[in-house]
């Protein structure tokens, strides 16, 4: 009977540390339909840039996907500063899970001069309503007006500054085209690469936070030789240095190598 009982009780306690070690089944909540999802996504009546977005749905947490990012705020306003269609989701966290209503688009016809103010637009674009256009500094006759050369080298902890005098298989003497920038109407851009390609109209984006510059739908002028090596001449270029009339970008050949591209305003080359 002594054996009986403690085999009993080795059994039942096998079976509560089994029950104990079962996972706990956890079930989510009631997912809402998406016609409970109630918002607004309105420009502002003082900047129709200000894009004012506010939750109507009571009692939850929700979640704006704008272009700008996500928030998760009752009411929020994104500045989008420039003109064109934009789209916005407005969802909500249940406790069923993450419910998003259909997208929905917002178009904006005007650029917002205050977004497009700092000294970074006044140097690459001459500021608002204005345009300014700038050359590699290089021209047919192998004068640098400015820089050293038309292309510094770079890379991960270092920098060369070869010249162009002597080192002219860096890129040969020509007129490699013009580029414009301005900030009449929207963010607008074109290029006339005449020895590469990229030429083209389009648009840009200055991220001064990041000192970045971007294109789109065409590239700034860069050369034949170490040009056609650079990963993408549409990503975000790093901007190392801008003023009012020179501006050096980094094109990235890869994660460890890059160029450093020198640009002057057509301005200051016809003067100097």
Known sequence: MKLKSIILIALSGSAL?????????????????????????????????????????????????????????????????????????????????????????????????????????????????????????????????????????????????????????ICPAADYGTMTFDLIGNANFSSNNKVSSGSGTGNYMLYPSTNQLQTFGAQVVHDGVQGPVVANWNAKMTIVSLTDSTMQLIAVKDAADWFIYNYITRDYYDSH
């Open 17 to 169: 540390l089994f029950a104990s070690c079962r996972p706990k089944k956890y079930e989510l909540g009631i997912l809402p339909d998406k016609s409970a999802l109630h918002y607004t996504i309105t420009p502002s009546s003082a900047n129709p840039n200000n894009i004012v977005l506010k939750s109507l749905t009571p009692n939850v947490t929700p979640v704006w996907m704008t272009p700008v990012g996500q928030s998760q705020e009752i009411q929020d306003t994104v500045n989008i500063p420039f003109p064109g269609t934009y789209k916005f989701v407005y969802g909500i966290e249940s406790a069923g899970g993450l419910v998003q209503a259909d997208t929905a688009t917002v178009t904006i016809t005007t650029l917002d001069q205050n977004a497009v103010s700092s000294a970074m637009w006044t140097h690459l674009t001459g500021g608002f309503g204005h345009s300014k256009t700038w050359v590699l500094d290089l021209d047919a006759k192998g004068v640098s007006k400015f820089f050293g050369g038309p292309i510094f080298f770079a890379g991960t902890g270092w920098e060369w500054d070869a010249g162009w005098s002597g080192n002219s298989w």
